[in-house]
């Protein structure tokens, strides 16, 4: 029997926007903060480093944050984590809302 959670996860990546996918990339990243997932932290800071698009003025700002979050992820400070990252992870929702209502 197949697992409905891990069923629903999947169709909601496979059907959501790339910036649908930033926004769950934060969601997961901010999730693993809570559970204090160092290496969680670090891997999905990784994916978004990797994601980013040097084309665009803020990629780099955000590779600086990206490497500076990994850090504090380092020396277990997640609360830093989630106070630099919610109000950037609500940005992106917002953008992606507004894209989503555009279609």
């Not at 559970?35 to 932290?41: A, S």
């Not at 803020?58 to 850090?71: D, G, I, N, V």
């Amino acid at each position: 029997m197949r697992n409905p959670e891990l069923t629903y996860q999947t169709q909601s990546v496979k059907h959501a926007s790339p910036l649908q996918l930033v926004v769950k990339l934060y969601d997961l990243v901010i999730q693993a903060t809570y559970r204090e997932d160092e290496k969680k932290v670090k891997e999905i800071l990784t994916t978004l480093m990797h994601g980013l698009n040097f084309e665009h003025e803020p990629a780099e700002q955000l590779f600086a944050l990206y490497q500076y979050c990994r850090e504090l992820a380092r020396k277990r400070e997640f609360e830093e984590i989630r106070e630099l990252l919610e109000p950037i992870r609500a940005s992106w929702s917002d953008v992606a809302n507004k894209a989503a209502v555009k279609v």
